[in-house]
Protein backbone atom coordinates (compact mmCIF):
# COMPACT_ATOMS: atom_id res chain seq x y z
CA UNK A 1 0.00 0.00 0.00
CA UNK A 2 1.32 3.32 -0.89
CA UNK A 3 1.92 5.95 1.92
CA UNK A 4 -0.49 8.52 0.20
CA UNK A 5 -2.70 7.41 -2.32
CA UNK A 6 -4.15 9.86 -4.88
CA UNK A 7 -6.76 9.36 -8.57
CA UNK A 8 -4.42 10.00 -11.32
CA UNK A 9 -7.32 10.88 -13.26
CA UNK A 10 -7.38 12.94 -15.68
CA UNK A 11 -10.70 15.23 -14.03
CA UNK A 12 -12.32 17.44 -17.09
CA UNK A 13 -14.72 19.81 -15.70
CA UNK A 14 -16.41 23.33 -17.54
CA UNK A 15 -15.05 26.62 -16.83
CA UNK A 16 -16.96 27.84 -13.17
CA UNK A 17 -17.46 24.19 -11.79
CA UNK A 18 -16.21 23.73 -8.42
CA UNK A 19 -13.38 21.17 -8.42
CA UNK A 20 -12.92 18.74 -5.90
CA UNK A 21 -9.69 16.65 -5.50
CA UNK A 22 -8.54 14.32 -2.71
CA UNK A 23 -6.04 11.92 -1.18
CA UNK A 24 -5.88 9.25 1.39
CA UNK A 25 -2.54 8.71 3.74
CA UNK A 26 -1.47 6.10 5.84
CA UNK A 27 0.74 7.42 8.66
CA UNK A 28 -0.57 9.18 11.02
CA UNK A 29 2.87 10.35 12.17
CA UNK A 30 2.08 12.73 9.19
CA UNK A 31 2.08 16.37 10.65
CA UNK A 32 2.50 18.39 7.45
CA UNK A 33 0.11 18.56 4.35
CA UNK A 34 0.70 20.08 1.38
CA UNK A 35 -0.92 20.59 -2.03
CA UNK A 36 1.42 21.38 -4.98
CA UNK A 37 0.72 22.53 -8.31
CA UNK A 38 2.54 21.79 -12.03
CA UNK A 39 1.47 22.92 -15.16
CA UNK A 40 3.16 20.55 -17.88
CA UNK A 41 6.58 21.10 -18.35
CA UNK A 42 7.17 22.50 -15.47
CA UNK A 43 9.05 21.84 -11.88
CA UNK A 44 5.85 21.68 -9.26
CA UNK A 45 5.01 24.99 -6.77
CA UNK A 46 3.33 25.34 -3.38
CA UNK A 47 -0.32 25.96 -3.62
CA UNK A 48 -1.30 25.29 -0.21
CA UNK A 49 -0.05 24.28 3.20
CA UNK A 50 -1.58 23.11 6.26
CA UNK A 51 -0.91 21.75 10.00
CA UNK A 52 -3.78 20.94 11.45
CA UNK A 53 -7.30 19.12 10.71
CA UNK A 54 -9.57 21.75 9.23
CA UNK A 55 -10.30 24.05 6.23
CA UNK A 56 -7.59 26.89 4.87
CA UNK A 57 -8.87 29.57 2.50
CA UNK A 58 -6.82 30.93 0.26
CA UNK A 59 -8.73 32.71 -2.52
CA UNK A 60 -10.61 30.54 -4.61
CA UNK A 61 -8.84 27.35 -3.31
CA UNK A 62 -9.72 25.75 -0.20
CA UNK A 63 -7.56 23.11 1.18
CA UNK A 64 -8.74 20.56 4.01
CA UNK A 65 -7.20 17.76 6.34
CA UNK A 66 -9.36 14.87 8.39
CA UNK A 67 -6.37 13.46 10.69
CA UNK A 68 -9.03 10.83 12.05
CA UNK A 69 -10.18 9.69 8.63
CA UNK A 70 -6.77 10.41 7.21
CA UNK A 71 -8.02 12.18 4.25
CA UNK A 72 -6.77 15.45 2.19
CA UNK A 73 -9.06 17.64 0.10
CA UNK A 74 -8.25 20.72 -2.16
CA UNK A 75 -11.87 22.44 -3.06
CA UNK A 76 -11.28 24.64 -6.23
CA UNK A 77 -14.15 27.41 -6.86
CA UNK A 78 -15.25 28.77 -9.67
CA UNK A 79 -12.49 26.95 -11.76
CA UNK A 80 -10.39 28.79 -14.56
CA UNK A 81 -9.13 27.32 -17.80
CA UNK A 82 -5.79 28.64 -15.84
CA UNK A 83 -5.86 26.42 -13.61
CA UNK A 84 -5.52 23.10 -15.84
CA UNK A 85 -2.41 21.83 -14.32
CA UNK A 86 -1.61 18.39 -12.68
CA UNK A 87 -2.08 18.84 -8.84
CA UNK A 88 -0.08 16.91 -6.66
CA UNK A 89 -1.21 15.94 -2.53
CA UNK A 90 2.07 15.96 -0.38
CA UNK A 91 2.80 15.28 3.32
CA UNK A 92 5.96 14.63 5.76
CA UNK A 93 6.40 14.27 9.29
CA UNK A 94 8.41 17.53 9.38
CA UNK A 95 11.94 15.32 9.15
CA UNK A 96 12.88 16.52 5.72
CA UNK A 97 11.53 13.83 3.94
CA UNK A 98 8.45 14.60 1.91
CA UNK A 99 6.00 12.19 0.37
CA UNK A 100 3.71 12.61 -2.83
CA UNK A 101 0.76 11.36 -4.14
CA UNK A 102 0.39 10.50 -7.60
CA UNK A 103 -0.68 13.23 -8.89
CA UNK A 104 -4.25 14.55 -10.81
CA UNK A 105 -4.79 16.03 -13.36
CA UNK A 106 -6.97 18.53 -14.05
CA UNK A 107 -8.62 20.06 -17.53
CA UNK A 108 -10.91 22.95 -17.06
CA UNK A 109 -12.49 23.65 -20.77
CA UNK A 110 -13.71 26.99 -21.86
CA UNK B 1 16.34 36.18 -9.11
CA UNK B 2 16.72 33.64 -6.63
CA UNK B 3 15.55 30.24 -7.98
CA UNK B 4 16.82 26.85 -8.72
CA UNK B 5 18.25 26.17 -12.28
CA UNK B 6 18.43 22.78 -14.09
CA UNK B 7 20.55 21.82 -17.04
CA UNK B 8 19.79 21.08 -19.43
CA UNK B 9 16.37 20.65 -20.05
CA UNK B 10 16.12 18.08 -22.80
CA UNK B 11 18.92 15.12 -23.20
CA UNK B 12 18.77 12.17 -24.94
CA UNK B 13 21.25 9.79 -24.61
CA UNK B 14 21.91 6.18 -25.82
CA UNK B 15 21.84 3.31 -24.16
CA UNK B 16 25.40 2.63 -21.81
CA UNK B 17 26.59 5.90 -21.13
CA UNK B 18 25.89 8.07 -18.17
CA UNK B 19 24.64 11.27 -17.98
CA UNK B 20 24.83 13.87 -15.29
CA UNK B 21 21.86 16.29 -14.63
CA UNK B 22 23.18 19.78 -13.10
CA UNK B 23 21.19 21.39 -10.15
CA UNK B 24 22.54 24.76 -8.80
CA UNK B 25 20.77 26.78 -6.14
CA UNK B 26 21.08 30.37 -4.62
CA UNK B 27 18.22 30.21 -2.05
CA UNK B 28 20.85 29.21 0.83
CA UNK B 29 19.01 26.16 1.62
CA UNK B 30 20.91 23.41 3.27
CA UNK B 31 18.78 20.66 2.27
CA UNK B 32 18.52 19.25 -2.04
CA UNK B 33 16.50 16.66 -3.21
CA UNK B 34 16.53 14.75 -6.84
CA UNK B 35 13.02 13.26 -7.60
CA UNK B 36 11.95 11.59 -10.62
CA UNK B 37 8.58 11.39 -12.39
CA UNK B 38 6.85 9.24 -14.42
CA UNK B 39 3.47 9.59 -15.52
CA UNK B 40 0.76 8.24 -13.38
CA UNK B 41 3.65 7.62 -10.68
CA UNK B 42 4.22 11.15 -9.00
CA UNK B 43 7.64 11.81 -7.88
CA UNK B 44 9.64 9.35 -6.60
CA UNK B 45 12.77 10.49 -4.15
CA UNK B 46 15.67 9.28 -5.80
CA UNK B 47 18.41 10.98 -3.55
CA UNK B 48 18.61 13.76 -1.06
CA UNK B 49 21.29 15.97 1.03
CA UNK B 50 21.05 17.56 3.72
CA UNK B 51 24.36 18.89 4.17
CA UNK B 52 27.32 19.73 2.05
CA UNK B 53 29.49 16.13 1.89
CA UNK B 54 26.71 14.31 2.74
CA UNK B 55 23.67 12.73 0.86
CA UNK B 56 21.68 9.55 1.81
CA UNK B 57 19.70 7.16 -0.85
CA UNK B 58 16.04 7.61 -1.72
CA UNK B 59 13.64 5.07 -2.67
CA UNK B 60 14.64 4.94 -5.78
CA UNK B 61 18.73 5.21 -5.56
CA UNK B 62 19.50 2.35 -8.29
CA UNK B 63 21.53 3.05 -11.33
CA UNK B 64 21.92 6.84 -9.93
CA UNK B 65 24.65 8.89 -8.03
CA UNK B 66 25.24 12.15 -6.46
CA UNK B 67 27.48 14.19 -4.90
CA UNK B 68 27.33 17.56 -2.86
CA UNK B 69 30.63 19.51 -2.68
CA UNK B 70 29.06 22.47 -2.29
CA UNK B 71 26.14 23.82 -0.75
CA UNK B 72 24.46 25.19 -4.24
CA UNK B 73 25.59 22.12 -6.26
CA UNK B 74 23.96 18.79 -6.37
CA UNK B 75 24.51 17.17 -9.97
CA UNK B 76 22.74 13.40 -10.57
CA UNK B 77 24.77 11.30 -12.51
CA UNK B 78 22.31 9.03 -13.95
CA UNK B 79 24.57 5.56 -14.79
CA UNK B 80 24.57 2.70 -17.65
CA UNK B 81 23.16 0.22 -14.92
CA UNK B 82 20.08 2.21 -13.84
CA UNK B 83 17.42 -0.29 -16.45
CA UNK B 84 14.85 2.58 -17.24
CA UNK B 85 15.99 6.20 -17.30
CA UNK B 86 13.59 7.65 -19.79
CA UNK B 87 12.06 10.48 -17.17
CA UNK B 88 11.17 14.00 -16.25
CA UNK B 89 13.90 14.25 -13.09
CA UNK B 90 13.16 17.37 -10.94
CA UNK B 91 15.52 19.16 -8.46
CA UNK B 92 14.57 20.41 -5.11
CA UNK B 93 15.65 22.52 -2.37
CA UNK B 94 14.22 22.81 1.40
CA UNK B 95 13.07 25.50 3.13
CA UNK B 96 13.14 24.24 6.85
CA UNK B 97 11.02 26.42 8.75
CA UNK B 98 7.98 26.45 6.39
CA UNK B 99 8.90 22.45 5.39
CA UNK B 100 8.17 23.81 1.60
CA UNK B 101 9.97 22.32 -1.37
CA UNK B 102 11.37 24.90 -3.89
CA UNK B 103 11.56 22.87 -7.55
CA UNK B 104 13.54 23.75 -10.87
CA UNK B 105 11.92 23.44 -14.15
CA UNK B 106 13.22 20.22 -14.60
CA UNK B 107 15.36 17.70 -17.22
CA UNK B 108 13.98 15.66 -19.33
CA UNK B 109 16.10 12.67 -20.71
CA UNK B 110 15.48 9.85 -23.59
CA UNK B 111 17.39 7.07 -23.53
CA UNK B 112 17.35 5.96 -27.40
Known amino acids: QKEVEQDPGPLSVPEGAIVSLNCTYS??????FMWYRQYSRKGPELLMY????GNKEDGRFTAQVDKSSKYISLFIRDSQPSDSATYLC??????????FGAGTRLFVKA | DGGITQSPKYLFRKEGQNVTLSCEQN?????MYWYRQDPGQGLRLIYY???????QKGDIAEGYSVSREKKESFPLTVTSAQKNPTAFYLC???????????FGEGSRLTVL
Open chain 1, 50 to 53: TYSS
Open chain 2, 27 to 31: LNHDA
Open chain 1, 27 to 32: NSAFQY
Open chain 1, 90 to 99: ATDTGGFKTI
Open chain 2, 49 to 55: SQIVNDF
Open chain 2, 92 to 102: ATYRENTGELF
